[in-house]
């Protein structure tokens, strides 16, 4: 393959990230990786890289998209992500000691784990019945969002959020370590356990992950694990696919777009475990 050959297939291949990152709020990285370094022989350090450059493309593009729709709830995002920044920039210096193999193996778990939490998740609407949590009610986290989908505004209750800015602390591990973003673990953690409905709660960890992904990105540049030839058609790509995906994920059911976080971590979780059980 030419380099001007691997150049167009990393481009589109980062065009279909985009979308899927965008539309679940993972932003990309969770198909660059594999595709990356699966298909097209990449080494998992550099993939990593070019994700987290791809991360902060994704919340630039969809981000700004979601906030103009009226999606995030800023207030939650820029509390929890506190403790995700915390976590990125441990997750990176970590990622410079472990091997690449465990590094396929963790990524594939948490994977796995995630795309169960999400199927069994049955959407939630209204506030009655949910109990108060004071630190919420203190950041007036609490908030309503239109649904495109129905046609209705709902409300809803921001609950345990201590233990969610808890969780986030691991998602930012997790986005520095494997350059994710921390979207497969903070947008179970806002739907699952804070009560957050699934469309707010991608759109989001989209507006999120940028900071995170950005946090670590200084420490991967001056270890030499970006590589510009790599990293640039792959934001670029991942952009594009980020504007397109915002446009689409407001219009699609709640329960689709669960069924869709499960089915596409399910898949790439088998392929990372896969290599990670036989380098």
Known sequence: ??????????????IAAGVFGSILGLGG????????????GVDIRYAIGASIVSVIATSSGAGAAYIKDHMVNIRVGMFLELATTL???????????????????????VLVYTALAMWRRRETTGTEGIRRDRLADALALHASYFDQATGRRSDYRV???GFGAGLSTMAGVLSGLLG???GII???VMSISMGIPIKVA????TFMIGV????????????????????????????????????????????????????????????????????
């Open 186 to 188: 903070k947008v179970p």
């Open 212 to 279: 995170t992904a950005a946090a670590s990105a200084g420490v991967y540049f001056a270890r030499g694990d970006i590589d510009p030839f790599i990293a640039g058609p792959t934001a670029v790509g991942v952009l594009c696919g980020s504007l397109l995906g915002a446009r689409i994920a407001g219009r699609l059911k709640s329960s689709t777009l669960r069924a869709a976080f499960a089915a596409v971590l399910l898949l790439v979780a088998f392929q990372m475990l896969r290599k990670g059980l036989h380098p």
């Open 1 to 14: 393959m030419t380099p001007v050959e691997f150049m167009a297939v990393v481009f589109a291949i980062s």
């Open 180 to 182: 994710i973003g921390g």
């Open 159 to 161: 609950r345990r959020t």
């Open 29 to 40: 990285g969770i198909i660059v990786v594999p595709a990356l370094s699966l298909w097209l």
């Open 87 to 109: 976590g990125a920039l441990a997750g990176a210096f970590f990622a410079g000691v472990i091997t690449g193999r465990w590094l396929y193996l963790a990524f594939g778990a």
């Open 202 to 205: 991608t759109a989001t960890s």
